[in-house]
């Protein structure tokens, strides 16, 4: 079959914030896993996608555009930031509507930095395919993943040479806050044409909506144990999807400190800190929206941000104390609240995605995947996979 016959609806809608690219020219991109209930929900061929020219298709060969945007990274405003190792095939009619879909460490793009190489790290792609498929898997807006391809190369990152790695992934929209702030640096026109791209009539009212999603949202993670790791506003998605998996983890006690990232190197997104980091994200939205509204306007829907919360936290964690007290959230999720039997526990993860890297022995890792995509399902995997293992010392790394 020809490759899918994509449309490109964010660059026709938004062009002067879509630069056409290519991904790289790799090697031997392999298959490493397939996403094939996900591909053929989108009417993909999974036979066709493991032919040479699908392998073309997926890491980005026939090409298709890096987005702009801006965003704060870890507090500092950065005016333009874009895809620097990503790249927006286009997108598919999908069973929940407009499924854009994106690869991520396909290569370098007109927006990468100076001495980046755009590609991206095996380990960090198998991460975030397994776990925003667990994400939803238990009902977590989220990012879907449709495969993870090794490319043939090896790259230098932080913990030394590892394999290559690009992760294809799934989303409704790939505007994020950083968008919006992007438009505002740029004319009110461009900010004006973001909210409509996004799907809202006024300021005020996508405003409005991205906080009642993305405080659900990160009330839902904090039931789970998640710790996002990277929450800049260029992470911080419309859609109030999770976006972005490179340094997440999950701590197994309810405590505020708990942070694995290696680049927060400053706990800025500490577990217990992520409400106000994202109302602070929403502060920064609100900013970015002022060349279309005002600054009353604004304050008025911001002035809703602790009721908002305070709903949020007691749908999705309604005994928050007695949570606090428990050595492993799920087990106490499990035993009062109906919730998952399995979630990707930080040092089976860590030790099933070594063992991937460095030996190419997926069996593991699939074992771990089977159970956290079925996590309702006690026989989905090994019972020690539902034991906790101790909050124990652990680091992440986003891949770049």
Not at 70 to 83: I, K, M, N, S, T
Not at 318 to 330: F, K, M, Q, V, W
Not at 336 to 361: C, K, W, Y
Not at 362 to 378: C, F, G, M, S, W
Request: hydrophobic share 40%; charged share 20%; aromatic share 8%.
């Amino acid at each position: 079959m020809p490759h899918p016959n994509l449309a490109h609806t964010f660059a026709d809608t938004l062009p002067s914030m879509a630069v056409e690219a290519r991904g790289a020219d790799f090697p031997d991109p392999q298959l490493v896993v397939l996403n094939e209930p996900l591909a053929e929900s989108l009417g993909l061929d999974c036979g066709w996608l493991r032919s040479d020219d699908g392998l073309r298709w997926l890491t980005g060969t026939h090409g298709g555009h890096a987005t702009a945007y801006a965003g704060h990274q870890f507090g500092q405003f950065v005016p333009l930031l874009g895809d620097g190792r990503a790249l927006l095939l286009g997108d598919l009619p999908g069973p929940d509507g407009r499924a854009e879909i994106q690869l991520k460490g396909s290569g370098p793009t007109p927006f990468s930095k100076p001495g980046s190489d755009g590609r991206g790290a095996l380990g960090p792609m198998l991460r975030e395919y397994l776990v925003s498929e667990f994400m939803h898997a238990v009902g977590v807006p989220t990012t879907r993943s449709l495969a993870v391809l090794t490319t043939g190369e090896t790259v230098l990152r932080q913990q030394g040479p590892v394999p290559g790695g690009v992760v294809v992934r799934v989303a409704s929209s790939h505007l994020r806050v950083g968008s919006v702030q992007y438009a505002a640096t740029q004319s009110p026109e461009l900010v004006s044409a973001v909210i409509g791209a996004a799907g809202f009539d006024t300021p005020e009212d996508l405003l409005s909506t991205v906080m009642e999603r993305q405080l659900d949202l990160v009330a839902q993670w904090m039931r789970l144990g998640f710790v996002h790791g990277v929450m800049n506003t260029d992470n911080t998605a419309l859609s109030g999807q999770t976006i972005d998996y490179g340094p997440c983890a999950f701590t197994e006690c309810f405590r505020g400190d708990a942070c694995y990232s290696s680049i927060d190197t400053g706990h800025r997104y500490a577990f217990g800190n992520q409400p106000d980091i994202m109302a602070w994200n929403l502060t920064r939205l609100a900013e970015a929206l002022l060349p279309e509204s005002n600054a009353d306007a604004m304050r008025e829907v911001l002035s809703e941000i602790e009721p908002v919360w305070n709903r949020a936290w007691s749908t999705h964690i309604p005994d928050p104390e007695e949570l606090g007290r428990a050595d492993d959230i799920t087990t106490h999720n499990r035993e009062h609240h109906s919730g998952p039997v399995f979630v990707p526990r930080n040092q089976m993860l860590d030790a099933a995605i070594t063992t991937a890297e460095q030996s190419g022995d997926l069996d593991a890792y699939r074992e771990l995947l089977a159970a956290v995509t079925d996590p309702y399902n006690a026989k989905a995997g090994p019972a020690w996979m539902a034991e906790p293992e101790g909050d124990a010392p652990y680091v992440t790394f986003c891949g770049t």
